[in-house]
């Protein structure tokens, strides 16, 4: 119930886990036993409303509304960190998929289409913060290249269309592939969210960060190089997802699907 804190990189000083709490995904009452017994001395509880580096990690259903209910009653800014899921899931990220508000939240990756970009906002009053002492200082800030390439990835490329669209082939995707592990009994599971989704080599869906740790890495090790020799490129690495562009139309997601059957039925062999 109390996971540790420890550092993830060299570099870090130790003690930092002093200043650190650490609580499981999807166990609200782990988190309120948490700020019960020192909610006094929190400041914020920084989270991905859905875990995008473990695969995909969907929240269970009312698990965000208590968090945030949780938050506001003990007075701990919570921050959404939304580098994955912002307009990926939804053009109004996990906010608008979920009907949940964090008090602050960042962006980056998708909402510039490619080029270097991060944002971060939220309420007012926090954000006021800024101009009165908050140090926000950086060379590319407001960079006229990044900005651009924002407005037009947000204004001219992810419209509603692009949505429905996303919302079609990646329905058709999961479904394709989610046919071939049933009918070779792969233990594996597929999440479809929005324009993002992914293959977790686990018979049940992943719930928070442990179950992850159960999944078959062989099998992630067997099909990466198997799809790349058929021309379907992932990002390496068993704790990413696909994502969908408007670029992407049904010739495509059938090499995929193709691909995978025949990856299944080898397995299966």
């Not at 208590?66 to 109004?92: N, P, Q, S």
């Not at 329905?171 to 592990?181: M, N, Y």
């Not at 997802?241 to 670029?247: D, M």
């Amino acid at each position: 119930d109390t996971p540790a804190a420890t550092p993830k990189s060299l570099g870090m000083p130790k003690d930092l886990d002093q200043w650190i709490r650490v609580v499981p995904f999807n166990d609200a009452d782990a988190l309120e036993r948490l700020l019960v017994a020192e909610g006094d001395k929190i400041a914020a509880l920084i989270m991905e409303p859905v875990m995008m580096n473990v695969g995909i990690v969907l929240p269970a259903p009312g698990y965000l509304e208590r968090v945030r209910e949780l938050c506001t009653k003990h007075g701990v800014v919570l921050i959404f960190d939304e580098v994955k899921c912002g307009v990926t899931i939804a053009a109004g990220g996990a906010q608008e998929r979920f009907g949940v508000k964090p008090d602050l939240a960042s962006w980056a990756k998708s909402i510039g289409g490619g080029s270097a970009i991060g944002a971060f906002g939220g309420k007012a009053e926090l954000m006021d913060l800024i101009n009165h002492g908050a140090a926000h200082q950086g060379t590319y800030n407001g960079n006229p290249l990044s900005v651009a390439a924002s407005l037009a990835t947000l204004t001219e490329v992810l419209t509603p269309e692009a949505y429905v669209h996303f919302a079609r082939i990646g329905t058709k995707l999961a479904e394709g592939l989610r046919a071939s592990i049933d009918k070779y009994g792969i233990p594996a599971n597929i999440i479809d969210l929005g324009c993002k989704g992914c293959v977790t080599y686990r018979p049940e869906p992943l719930t928070c960060y442990r179950d992850f740790l159960e999944t078959n890495t062989d099998l992630y090790l067997a099909s990466y190089p198997w799809m790349i020799n058929r021309q379907v490129f992932m990002t390496p690495g068993d704790e990413e997802q696909w994502t969908l562009s408007v670029a992407h139309g049904d010739e495509e997601i059938d090499r995929y699907v193709d691909a995978f059957a025949e990856f299944c039925a080898e397995l299966a062999s």
